[in-house]
C-alpha cells in the first residue's frame, strides 16, 4: 500500500475523530484525506503500482469516510436522519453491486466503463475538472450505479441460465 493512502487513512480517522468536537479540523482532515484520494489512483496507475487490493481498499476507504460523515451529520442534525440513512444504503448497495458486476465481467477496475454505456457514468469517470460534488449528486450517482450494476447482473445471469439450458 503506498504511503498517500495511509495518509489517507490516518486524515481519515483523525476527521472521524474531530467531527463531534472540533468541525473546521474535521472538514480539514476529511477534504485533504478526499484529495488525496485522487492523487493516490493517479500515483499507482503513473508508477505501474496498481492493484486489485488498492482498488478495493479505494474504494472501501471511500465507502466508510462517507458513512461516518453520514452518521456525525445524523447526529448534528437528527430530523435528517432518515435521509442520511437512505443515503447510506444507496451508497454502500451501489457501488458494491458496481464492483461486483465489474468483477464479474472481467473489468481490471471499477472505474473503467463501457463507454458506450450509460451517458452520466461516462462523464463521471472521464471528466477530468475537479468539482465540488454535493451529498444529491453523489447519491444520483450512486443511484444511476445501482440501477446500471443491476442490470448488468440480470443479464449476466440471462446469460448463464440460457447456457446452462442449452448444454442440457
Known amino acids: 500500500m ?23 479540523p474535521a472538514v480539514f482532515c476529511y477534504l485533504l484525506s478526499a484529495l488525496l484520494d485522487a492523487f493516490d489512483g493517479h500515483a499507482a496507475r503513473a508508477l505501474n503500482q496498481s492493484t486489485k487490493f488498492g482498488a478495493m481498499m ?7 469516510a462517507t458513512m461516518c460523515l453520514l452518521v456525525n451529520l445524523s447526529l448534528l442534525y437528527p430530523s435528517y436522519t432518515f435521509l442520511f ?6 451508497d ?14 472481467g473489468s481490471s477496475s471499477h472505474k473503467t466503463i463501457d463507454l458506450s ?3 452520466i457514468l461516462r462523464i463521471y ?5 475537479l468539482c465540488g460534488v454535493i451529498c444529491l449528486l453523489k447519491t ?5 450505479h445501482l440501477v446500471t450494476a443491476s442490470q448488468n447482473m440480470a443479464a449476466l445471469d440471462t ?3 440460457e447456457a446452462n439450458r442449452k448444454s442440457q
Open 2 to 24: 503506498s504511503l498517500i493512502r495511509y495518509a489517507r487513512i490516518a486524515l481519515a480517522f483523525i476527521s472521524f475523530l474531530l467531527m463531534p468536537c472540533c468541525p473546521w
Open 58 to 64: 479505494d474504494m472501501l476507504t471511500d465507502r466508510c
Open 85 to 90: 440513512q437512505i443515503s447510506m444504503c444507496v
Open 92 to 105: 454502500i448497495a451501489s457501488h458494491w453491486l458496481h464492483l461486483h458486476s465489474s468483477t464479474i465481467k
Open 117 to 119: 454505456g450509460n451517458p
Open 125 to 129: 469517470y472521464t471528466s477530468k475538472a
Open 140 to 144: 444520483g450517482i450512486s443511484v444511476v
Open 159 to 161: 446469460a448463464e441460465r
